[in-house]
């Protein structure tokens, strides 16, 4: 009898070490998405007009804009847009409010997953 529960106790703690594993795994992918997007956040020089938190700058402050805006519309705002500001009713609105066009940044579609992530990282501290 106590062998079986012995048995039974070492599967426990086999299942919740490899749950733990499992999740460890998954949100060091996650932080490592986030960090990258920090990095291209600064490094593509977002930040010379934008700020998190901040208040406005010669572009809108990004706090909250993953609540504002859907993440559909914020990949295609991210990743184009010299040619949204053309078609898209939200954009044509910014560039009359601040004046001057976001640049295309030549980002790949991953590396805008991962800013969108940082964004949303940033959203979530409040």
């Not at 703690?13 to 490592?32: G, K």
């Not at 053309?86 to 295309?104: G, S």
């Amino acid at each position: 009898m106590k062998l079986v529960l012995m048995i039974n106790f070492a599967k426990l703690v086999s299942i919740v070490f490899l749950i733990l594993i499992i999740s460890n795994s998954a949100l060091s992918e996650e932080s490592s998405e986030v960090t990258k997007g920090k990095e291209l956040y600064q490094s593509k020089g977002c930040v010379a007009c934008h700020t998190i938190g901040g208040g406005k700058l010669s572009g809108p402050d990004l706090q909250g804009v993953t609540e504002r805006r859907e993440e559909e519309w914020l990949t295609k705002w991210i990743k184009s847009p010299d040619t949204m500001v053309f078609t898209d009713p939200i954009a044509k609105e910014m560039l009359q409010e601040y004046m001057v066009p976001m640049p295309n940044q030549g980002l790949s579609d991953q590396e805008v997953v991962e800013i969108i992530s940082y964004l949303k990282f940033e959203d979530s501290k409040k």
